[in-house]
C-alpha cells in the first residue's frame, strides 16, 4: 500500500505530492528522509463574511487549541480574509477571534469566538464549524438552505470575480447562525464558564439540531432558538464555571432577542446588502447582543433588543451607535441636570463610568448605573432605589453626547415581559456647581463637626482630618462609621464613602457610594445599601 495516500494530503499542492512520493520523474530534486518534514505552502479564507486579523492555526493534533509549534498565523486586513500556512501534512484549521479581529465591514467580533474546519478544508467559516461540530456536510446544506451537493469546505463566494447574489445568500445566513451562536455562548460563559467552551457547546448544540432538521432552519424562529439553547445547556452540565440556573434564567430574553435580530437580518434584501445600515445591523448582531446577554445573566440587566414593541427604535440607537464615533467617557463626566416626564433629576458621572442620578420625586430615587464603551454609545446596567424604602429596580441605561448634551435612553423591564423606555437629554449643571465640582477634594475640607435635619431627623456626623466619620441620628440613635477616601487618579470634588449604619437591635447595615463639598461649602453624600438609600445635605 502507498504510504504517501492522496487521502491524507488534500492541503499538499500536486508538485510536492509528486517530490515527496518519488514521482514527476527527473534526478534533481534531493532525496526526502523521514526525518524531514515536507512543508508546502497552503492558501485558504476564514469567512463569515471575510474576516480579518484572525488567528489561523493548523490544529496538528485536534485539540481544539493554537499550540505552539503549529503552523499558525493572521488572515488579511485586506477585507479578504486570506490567510496562507506553511504545512507538513492536512490538519484541522482553526480560527480564533481577539479584540482585533473585525469582519469585511469593520465590526468587531466576540473575542473569543472559535470556528473549525475539517482537514483538506480551504475555507473555515461557520458551516465548516457546523461540520467539525459533528453534522454532515448534506445536514448543513439543508439547514442553512443549500441545494443538495454544495461543499462548504471549499466554497468561498467572496474570492476574485465572486457574484453578490452568492455572497448575500452565504453571509445572511452565517449572520443568523452566529447571532444566534455568539448570544448563546455570551450567556453561557458569563455564568462563569470559559468562553472557547461555550461557543464549542453552542456550536455542538446547532449540529445537533442540523442533523434532525428535515428542512432549512428558521432562525428567525423562537422556538428554534430556544431549542438550541436547551442542547447547550446539555452540553455544558458538566462543564466546570457554568451556572444552569443563571443561565436558564436568562433564556427567555436569549431567544426573543436572537429571533428579532434574526428577522432584521433576514429582512435585509440583496440590493440593500452592501448598505451602511446593513453594515450596522451586523454590528448589533455580533456586539450588542452578546453584550447585552452577558449583563442580563451576569446582573440581571434587561436584554433591551429582547422587545419586539420597541425593538425598531432600539436598533436605530444602535446602529447610530456603531457608525459614530468612538464614545468617551471623559466627554461624559461631570454634572448634568434636566427632567424625565416633569421630575426634576441630576445626574454626575465619575471618570470610571459610574454614573449617580437623583430623581427629585416626593420619595427621591436613587440610581447608580455602570457604563462601558461600545461603539458611539455608553450602555450598561442601572439600580434604582426609592428613598424611604427597600424597594430596588434594575434598568439598562445608554448614554452618548450629542450637541453638548448627554442623551440616551433608560429602559425597564416589566414582569409581564414588556418594556418602558424612556429617553432623556441632559444639559451641563449651573456654572456654581460646574465650578464646585471642579475643584479637588480633600479630606481637610470635610474635617469637621456637621449637623443636618432630614425628614423630621436630626444628623450629628464628625470627621477627622483623615476622613474617618463619627456620627449619629440624634432621633433614631443609630450611629454612623467609616472612612472618606480620594479617587486615585481623579481631580474632581469627589471622595469615595464607606458609612455603615448601627442601630440597636439590627444588623449593621454598610452603605457606599460618593461624598463631595457643594457649590454652597456644604458636604452632600449619595449612598446606597442593598436594602435602601441615604440622601444626606447638611
Known amino acids: ?22 514521482g514527476g520523474g527527473g534526478g534533481g530534486t534531493p532525496p526526502v528522509t523521514p526525518d524531514t518534514p515536507v512543508l508546502t505552502t497552503f492558501n485558504g479564507a ?18 481544539g487549541k493554537c499550540d505552539a509549534g503549529e503552523p499558525s498565523t493572521r488572515t488579511s486586513s485586506d477585507g479578504s480574509g486570506s490567510f496562507t500556512l506553511k504545512l507538513a501534512k492536512a490538519a484541522p484549521l482553526l480560527l480564533i477571534t481577539d479584540a482585533d479581529t473585525k469582519d469585511d465591514r469593520g465590526n468587531a467580533l466576540t473575542p473569543g469566538t472559535v470556528l473549525k474546519a475539517p482537514a483538506g478544508s480551504s475555507v473555515v467559516s461557520v458551516a465548516t464549524t457546523m461540520i467539525k461540530a459533528g453534522a454532515s456536510n448534506e445536514q448543513v446544506s439543508k439547514a442553512l438552505g443549500y441545494v443538495a ?55 455542538k448544540a446547532m449540529a445537533e439540531t442540523s442533523k434532525t432538521a428535515t428542512q432549512a432552519l428558521d432562525f428567525t424562529s423562537p422556538a428554534v432558538i430556544d431549542g438550541i439553547a436547551g442542547k447547550t445547556k446539555a452540553n455544558m452540565s ?15 430574553d436569549l431567544q426573543a432577542a436572537v429571533a428579532n435580530v434574526n428577522t432584521a437580518i433576514k429582512a435585509v ?23 447585552q446577554m452577558a449583563s442580563r ?39 448634568w441636570e434636566g427632567s424625565i ?13 459610574t454614573a449617580w442620578t437623583v430623581f427629585n420625586e416626593t420619595a427621591p430615587k436613587v440610581m447608580r448605573a455602570t457604563l462601558k464603551v461600545n461603539g458611539g454609545l455608553a450602555s450598561g446596567g442601572a439600580d434604582v432605589y426609592i428613598y424611604g424604602g427597600s424597594t430596588k429596580s434594575t434598568l439598562a441605561m445608554t448614554a452618548a453626547i450629542n450637541q453638548g448634551n448627554l442623551v440616551g435612553a433608560l429602559t425597564y423591564a416589566n414582569k409581564d415581559g414588556t418594556f418602558q423606555r424612556t429617553d432623556y437629554s441632559l444639559g451641563v449643571a449651573n ?72 442601630c440597636d437591635g439590627l444588623a449593621a447595615t454598610v452603605f457606599t457610594g460618593i461624598a463631595y463639598i457643594n457649590e454652597n461649602n456644604r458636604p452632600e453624600f449619595v449612598l446606597i445599601s442593598n436594602s435602601r438609600p441615604v440622601l444626606l445635605s447638611f
Open 1 to 22: 500500500m502507498n504510504k504517501c495516500s492522496p487521502v491524507l494530503y488534500l492541503a499538499i499542492s500536486a508538485a510536492v505530492w509528486l517530490s515527496a512520493c518519488g
Open 46 to 63: 476564514a469567512l463569515k463574511g471575510p474576516l480579518n486579523n484572525a488567528l489561523v492555526c493548523a490544529d496538528e493534533n485536534d485539540n
Open 149 to 203: 451537493g454544495t461543499d462548504f469546505t471549499t466554497l468561498n463566494p467572496f474570492k476574485t470575480g465572486g457574484v453578490v447574489a452568492d455572497q448575500y445568500k452565504f453571509e445572511t445566513a452565517a449572520m443568523q447562525v452566529y447571532t444566534a451562536i455568539s448570544a448563546i455562548a455570551s450567556g453561557a460563559s458569563s455564568t462563569g464558564a470559559d468562553v472557547n467552551v461555550a461557543f464549542e457547546s453552542a456550536f
Open 238 to 252: 458538566a462543564v466546570a464555571g457554568f451556572d444552569a440556573v443563571k443561565f436558564e434564567a436568562a433564556r427567555a
Open 269 to 291: 434584501s440583496q440590493d440593500d446588502f452592501k448598505k451602511s445600515d446593513t453594515n450596522s445591523l451586523y454590528s448589533v448582531a455580533v456586539k450588542s447582543l452578546g453584550d
Open 297 to 335: 445573566v451576569k446582573d440581571d440587566i434587561p436584554v433591551t433588543l429582547a422587545d419586539t414593541a420597541h425593538i425598531s427604535a432600539i436598533l436605530t440607537e444602535q446602529k447610530t451607535a456603531a457608525i459614530a464615533p468612538v464614545a468617551k467617557v471623559s466627554d461624559m463626566v461631570g454634572f
Open 341 to 353: 416626564n416633569n421630575v426634576k433629576l441630576s445626574t454626575l458621572v465619575l471618570s470610571d463610568g
Open 431 to 502: 456654572a456654581a456647581k460646574k465650578a464646585a465640582y471642579s475643584k479637588a477634594a480633600t479630606l481637610a475640607a470635610m474635617a469637621k463637626k456637621w449637623t443636618a435635619t432630614i425628614s423630621g431627623q436630626s444628623f450629628e456626623w464628625t470627621f477627622s482630618s483623615t476622613g474617618v466619620l463619627s456620627g449619629v441620628n440624634l432621633t433614631t440613635g443609630c450611629t454612623y462609621a467609616g472612612p472618606l477616601s480620594l479617587r486615585s487618579g481623579d481631580s474632581s470634588a469627589i471622595m469615595n464613602a464607606s458609612i455603615t449604619e448601627q
